[in-house]
C-alpha cells in the first residue's frame, strides 16, 4: 500500500518523467508504473508529506510542508469527495476523477504550481476520461 497526499493524484495523472531530481523522478516512475501496471494498488491518503516527497531533494526550501500545498491537497480531495484516511485501490481514484474532475480544474486547483504551464496534468485528467489511464513514462 502506498500513502499519498492530495495533490500527488493529480500530479501522477500529469507525470512525464520529470521532477526534481534523479531520486525523485526513479522513485515517482517506480510508483506510476506500478500504478499502471496493477490499478488495484492500494492507496492510503495522508495528510502532508507523503512517499514521494520521502525524495524530494534537501536543496532550498521543504515546499511539502508550505501552507499552500496543505490547501491544495484539501481541495482535490474534497473535489474528489474523498478523506484523508480513506484507503481504495487506484482505479478507485481514476473513477472518482472520471466522476468528478475535469481538466480544467487544475488552472484553478493547482493555480500555483510550478508545472501546471507544461498542460500535462490537464491531458492526464482526459485520458482518463478516456479510460486510457496513466500514460507510459518513456
Keep these: 500500500m502506498y500513502k499519498l497526499r492530495g495533490h500527488h493524484l493529480f500530479c501522477l495523472l500529469g507525470y512525464r518523467g520529470m521532477g526534481y531530481s534523479e531520486e525523485y523522478v ?7 508504473q506500478t500504478l499502471r501496471d496493477n490499478p488495484k494498488t492500494l492507496i492510503q491518503l495522508v495528510k502532508g508529506p507523503d512517499q514521494l ?9 521543504y515546499h511539502c510542508q508550505d501552507d499552500n500545498i496543505y490547501e491544495r491537497d484539501a481541495a482535490i480531495l474534497e473535489k ?5 484516511g480513506q484507503i481504495l485501490n487506484w482505479e478507485d481514484i481514476e473513477s472518482c476523477i472520471q466522476k ?10 493547482c493555480e500555483t504550481c510550478s508545472w501546471r504551464s507544461y498542460g500535462v496534468c490537464e491531458e492526464g485528467i482526459q485520458e482518463i476520461h478516456e479510460g486510457k489511464g496513466l500514460r507510459e513514462v518513456k
Design 26 to 32: 526513479e522513485n515517482m516512475t517506480r510508483l506510476h
Design 53 to 61: 516527497c520521502e525524495k524530494y531533494p534537501n536543496s532550498g526550501k
Design 80 to 84: 474528489m469527495e474523498l478523506k484523508i
Design 100 to 109: 468528478f474532475v475535469v481538466p480544467s480544474d487544475i488552472q484553478i486547483v
